[in-house]
């Protein structure tokens, strides 16, 4: 290896032009290829194999149910349930007329299903309870059906104030509505209009449980040949929602979240800052160079060095994948950062050689004799850290592992051919000073005398790193590896505080709706389980019963509910409607509670005797805008028919059901999901009911296995493959022994340095451990191979400014990961360098010395 290594310097050195050229036009072509045939795939499904057991179950279900892929979820809020219908349904109408950005546009749990069979839906208790006080406001119905108007309301209070002043009425129940309508009274009085929500007037409980919240789903055309696929179609929603008058007005909020914008706003936060993020690493590269080499004859041609074994990298991954996924898109700061220590220790030790060495030629082959094999010992440990990764499940970072792992291939031939081409060109100047750090004569002085009391520290620090590393948790949720503060994340994080809108829930498929009904009444009593829903509950049980309550209630209200012709409304009619009921409400204030919000809306009404007639109209229009569709709506809700598999609506079919008979079964889990720990509880619960499951709790949590299982399976193959490198390499089982126990105690100074800064593990950051092999390696061998060759003071030696400078380099690129706006990639680059300091640390200080308290062999 030594003399291969000598000769390809030699030659290269020799035939100087001819190498150049030859890497340019290898360049030329491979990026004229690159810029054709290398794509982005930001889809993270693509990030694990399709053979995988979970894989293939998520994507049987995507199969059947595409619609629930590839989606833009928009977020509708309002102050009011029919400001927040309305909103939605104008939203849907402008998407779905949009067909050069969109597919479609629904809104779920809409149309004349819900709102004619929809009573049905609900358990029988909370039905009873609901038609009951529907009843008991005959009175009040029959009056706004009649008079659908201001006037028509004003008389129902009239007569409200009458039952009170003969005993005969008791607003207890009814004290929340109460405060309601005076709230908007009062505001319409005061010349302050705002509409008045009738859903929640005359339905309470129903319009609590729906809440304010609806929801209109999306697909979006998508370009996948563009870094963001859904970008366009994103900015287009957006122009849509700005449009819309409840927007702009204030009374409506429009905000989204889903896979696409989700998928989109973590490549935007991974690409964010990377061309600055590159152009300030190269500017710090090059003053550490200039800190190692101090001469623009050696930093132009590693430079020159490094930008070419990273295009000839880019041109290897374009030629042998084709695509760069959300993880291996990160390959080329790892690529700068590391490769770059093969051509610093060149040229350091090429600098070292020289104040030994007059002549360019000679000296450029002894520092290949000397630096040659450490660097090709170095560049394989580190292969091996990355392609040990490409047997895994985890394809992403297989294939990071794979461009990565060969590039340090591709660095290392740059470094014995490329480099010296250069180098004969720039002809670096001798040395007059011995090259090294004075500092280092003081460490190696230190080290010499107490290694023992230094080794006890370590011993003492390696056992806190283990407990450290036992410790050491795994956050499965890849929500807490993205940029918190995109539009997409935020929208999300607004919906976890309901267990219903929670986005980790599981799907299972049931053979049938009888076994659908028995699989959910099993699961939903487990504790980790809020709510399930199938396509069994839209075939509700104890029909006839329910019926029963619904066409009792329908007899009872059918005169009240009976459409008239009302009256015509005028400033007038209104005034003395307001008159006759304030005068009744006063009649009786003695009779009322002190707090009594008919008080409050007597006070109002004596308000509108005097105003002015748009003021009045006003008021009416306001508090009436939503009155005759909430009596609609509770006329269709009174004329529910029995429902039956057959006679569903397409979209509930097409969403619960499939074409062989098997339902949908969805199960949501509590609050307490939201956290790693309880979503793998939550899963772990289910698995107990039904053993394969699929939806994003599930597999969120089979990715973390899969994640853990690879990067075990990975570390394993690196180790072995390292040690088996060092034993070819050192061909001494105790030099090889001594690299491994320097690497593992890197790799327990990581854990602790991890605890102390509170970084957990995640799909992102994990990356980092099997590379702290490789990195790790490379340090310990250069020391080890020259205290074996002689040398008796390692810190102060051209190899410790060498691996000094390197270490800052590799921090340099590492750094530009930590600032990244994704936080996952962030955590990569910060668990980085606290690997790369934990390597540091056990190169500088624990390696010497235990070399220094060894015995050295003869």
């Known amino acids: 290896m030594r003399r291969l290594i000598m000769t390809a310097v030699a030659l290269s050195r020799r035939h100087a032009r001819a190498v150049i050229a030859a890497y340019l036009a290898a360049i030329v072509l491979g990026l004229a290829y690159t810029s054709s045939h290398l794509g982005i795939d930001t889809n993270t499904d693509h990030l694990f194999a399709a053979s995988l057991p979970w894989r293939q179950e998520q994507m049987k279900f995507d199969r059947a149910f595409p619609q629930f892929q590839n989606l833009i979820v928009a977020v509708v809020r309002a102050d009011m349930p029919e400001t927040a219908d309305a909103t939605a349904k104008a939203l849907a109408a402008k998407v779905a007329e949009d067909k050069t950005h969109f597919h479609d546009a629904s809104r779920p749990g809409t149309g004349s299903f819900y709102d004619r069979d929809g009573l049905l839906l609900l358990p029988e208790t909370q039905l009873a309870t609901l038609l009951n006080s529907i009843v008991t406001a005959q009175p009040f119905l029959g009056q706004l059906s009649a008079d659908p108007s201001a006037a028509g309301l004003f008389k129902a209070l009239d007569l409200m104030a009458v039952g009170v002043g003969a005993g005969q009425a008791n607003l207890a129940p009814y004290r929340a509505q109460l405060d309601t309508f005076r709230k908007a009274l009062a505001a319409a009085a005061a010349g302050h209009p705002a509409p008045l929500s009738w859903q929640s007037l005359l339905m309470p409980g129903v319009a609590a449980e729906q809440g304010n919240v609806r929801f209109v789903l999306i697909h979006p055309v998508l370009d996948h040949g563009a870094l963001e696929p859904g970008g366009v179609a994103t900015a287009a929603l957006r122009r849509i929602i700005a449009g819309l008058p409840e927007v702009k007005d204030g009374s409506a909020r429009i905000s989204y979240t889903g896979q696409i914008p989700l998928s989109d706003e973590q490549f935007a936060s991974l690409t964010q800052g990377m061309v600055a993020g590159l152009l300030i690493s190269t500017a710090l590269i090059t003053l550490w160079l200039l800190l190692a080499v101090r001469s623009w004859r050696m930093i132009v041609p590693i430079l020159a060095t490094l930008l070419a074994g990273l295009a000839l990298t880019i041109s290897f991954a374009a030629l042998a994948i084709g695509t760069l996924n959300l993880i291996s898109v990160a390959f080329a700061i790892l690529f700068v950062g590391l490769?770059?220590?093969?051509?610093?220790?060149?040229?350091?030790?090429?600098?070292?050689?020289?104040?030994?060495?007059?002549?360019?030629?000679?000296?450029?082959?002894?520092?290949?004799?000397?630096?040659?094999?450490?660097?090709?010992?170095?560049?394989?440990?580190?292969?091996?850290?990355?392609?040990?990764?490409?047997?895994?499940?985890?394809?992403?970072?297989?294939?990071?592992?794979?461009?990565?792992?060969?590039?340090?291939?591709?660095?290392?031939i740059c470094t014995i051919t490329f480099l010296p081409a250069l180098l004969a060109y720039t002809r670096p100047r001798g040395e007059a000073e011995r090259i090294g750090f004075p500092l280092g004569d003081w460490g190696d002085s230190a080290l010499q005398r107490h290694g023992r009391p230094v080794l006890g520290i370590f011993a003492a620090v390696a056992i806190a790193?283990?407990?450290?590393?036992?410790?050491?948790?795994?956050?499965?949720?890849?929500?807490?590896?993205?940029?918190?503060?995109?539009?997409?994340?935020?929208?999300?994080?607004?919906?976890?505080?309901?267990?219903?809108?929670?986005?980790?829930?599981?799907?299972?498929?049931?053979?049938?709706?009888?076994?659908?009904?028995?699989?959910?009444?099993?699961?939903?009593?487990?504790?980790?389980?809020?709510?399930?829903?199938?396509?069994?509950?839209?075939?509700?049980?104890?029909?006839?019963?329910?019926?029963?309550?619904?066409?009792?209630?329908?007899?009872?209200?059918?005169?009240?509910?009976?459409?008239?012709?009302?009256?015509?409304?005028?400033?007038?009619?209104?005034?003395?409607?307001?008159?006759?009921?304030?005068?009744?409400?006063?009649?009786?204030?003695?009779?009322?509670?002190?707090?009594?919000?008919?008080?409050?809306?007597?006070?109002?009404?004596?308000?509108?005797?005097?105003?002015?007639?748009?003021?009045?109209?006003?008021?009416?229009?306001?508090?009436?805008?939503?009155?005759?569709?909430?009596?609609?709506?509770?006329?269709?809700?009174?004329?529910?028919?029995?429902?039956?598999?057959?006679?569903?609506?397409?979209?509930?079919?097409?969403?619960?059901?499939?074409?062989?008979?098997?339902?949908?079964?969805?199960?949501?889990?509590?609050?307490?999901?939201?956290?790693?720990?309880?979503?793998?509880?939550?899963?772990?619960?289910?698995?107990?009911?039904?053993?394969?499951?699929?939806?994003?709790?599930?597999?969120?949590?089979?990715?973390?296995?899969?994640?853990?299982?690879?990067?075990?399976?990975?570390?394993?193959?690196?180790?072995?493959?390292?040690?088996?490198?060092?034993?070819?390499?050192?061909?001494?089982?105790?030099?090889?022994?001594?690299?491994?126990?320097?690497?593992?105690?890197?790799?327990?100074?990581?854990?602790?340095?991890?605890?102390?800064?509170?970084?957990?593990?995640?799909?992102?950051?994990?990356?980092?451990?099997?590379?702290?092999?490789?990195?790790?390696?490379?340090?310990?061998?250069?020391?080890?191979?020259?205290?074996?060759?002689?040398?008796?003071?390692?810190?102060?030696?051209?190899?410790?400014?060498?691996?000094?400078?390197?270490?800052?380099?590799?921090?340099?690129?590492?750094?530009?990961?930590?600032?990244?706006?994704?936080?996952?990639?962030?955590?990569?680059?910060?668990?980085?360098?606290?690997?790369?300091?934990?390597?540091?640390?056990?190169?500088?200080?624990?390696?010497?010395?235990?070399?220094?308290?060894?015995?050295?062999?003869?």
Not at 383 to 400: D, H, I, K, M, N
Not at 497 to 516: C, G, H, M, Q
Not at 521 to 528: D, N, Q, T, V
Not at 760 to 770: G, S, V
């Open 465 to 858: 790193g283990i407990l450290a590393a036992a410790t050491l948790q795994f956050d499965a949720n890849p929500l807490d590896t993205q940029n918190p503060n995109t539009e997409a994340m935020r929208t999300l994080h607004s919906l976890l505080d309901k267990s219903v809108t929670n986005p980790f829930y599981i799907n299972v498929l049931a053979k049938n709706v009888e076994d659908a009904r028995q699989l959910s009444a099993r699961l939903g009593k487990l504790p980790e389980v809020s709510q399930v829903i199938s396509g069994a509950t839209f075939v509700p049980q104890h029909q006839a019963a329910k019926l029963g309550m619904i066409r009792q209630t329908q007899g009872i209200l059918a005169p009240s509910l009976a459409a008239g012709t009302p009256p015509a409304v005028t400033p007038q009619r209104l005034r003395a409607a307001a008159a006759k009921a304030a005068a009744e409400i006063a009649a009786v204030a003695g009779k009322l509670p002190k707090d009594s919000p008919l008080l409050g809306i007597g006070a109002a009404l004596e308000q509108l005797k005097s105003a002015p007639d748009a003021r009045v109209m006003a008021m009416n229009a306001a508090l009436t805008r939503y009155l005759p569709d909430a009596l609609t709506r509770l006329n269709q809700a009174l004329s529910a028919q029995e429902i039956t598999a057959a006679n569903l609506p397409q979209s509930v079919k097409r969403d619960w059901f499939l074409p062989g008979g098997e339902v949908r079964v969805q199960v949501i889990p509590t609050a307490a999901a939201q956290s790693s720990a309880g979503l793998w509880r939550f899963v772990r619960a289910v698995e107990t009911v039904v053993p394969v499951a699929a939806g994003p709790a599930a597999t969120t949590v089979a990715t973390a296995q899969t994640i853990l299982g690879a990067f075990r399976e990975a570390a394993a193959l690196a180790a072995a493959a390292i040690g088996l490198i060092l034993m070819l390499f050192l061909r001494s089982a105790r030099d090889s022994a001594l690299v491994v126990l320097t690497l593992a105690l890197s790799a327990v100074l990581t854990a602790l340095f991890a605890h102390l800064a509170g970084l957990q593990l995640n799909y992102a950051n994990i990356i980092a451990l099997p590379l702290l092999l490789g990195v790790g390696v490379s340090f310990n061998v250069y020391f080890v191979m020259n205290w074996r060759d002689g040398m008796k003071h390692l810190l102060g030696s051209a190899t410790a400014r060498a691996v000094l400078f390197s270490a800052l380099t590799t921090g340099t690129a590492f750094g530009s990961l930590a600032a990244s706006q994704d936080r996952g990639t962030a955590s990569l680059g910060a668990l980085l360098l606290l690997s790369l300091l934990a390597v540091l640390i056990a190169t500088f200080v624990f390696l010497p010395a235990l070399l220094y308290v060894l015995p050295r062999r003869e």
């Open 339 to 412: 490769a770059v220590d093969f051509a610093i220790q060149f040229c350091v030790r090429l600098r070292d050689v020289r104040r030994r060495v007059d002549d360019p030629a000679l000296a450029l082959i002894g520092a290949a004799d000397e630096a040659g094999v450490q660097i090709a010992l170095a560049a394989g440990a580190t292969a091996c850290g990355f392609l040990a990764f490409v047997p895994t499940s985890f394809v992403g970072v297989a294939e990071l592992g794979l461009i990565a792992g060969i590039g340090m291939v591709i660095a290392f």
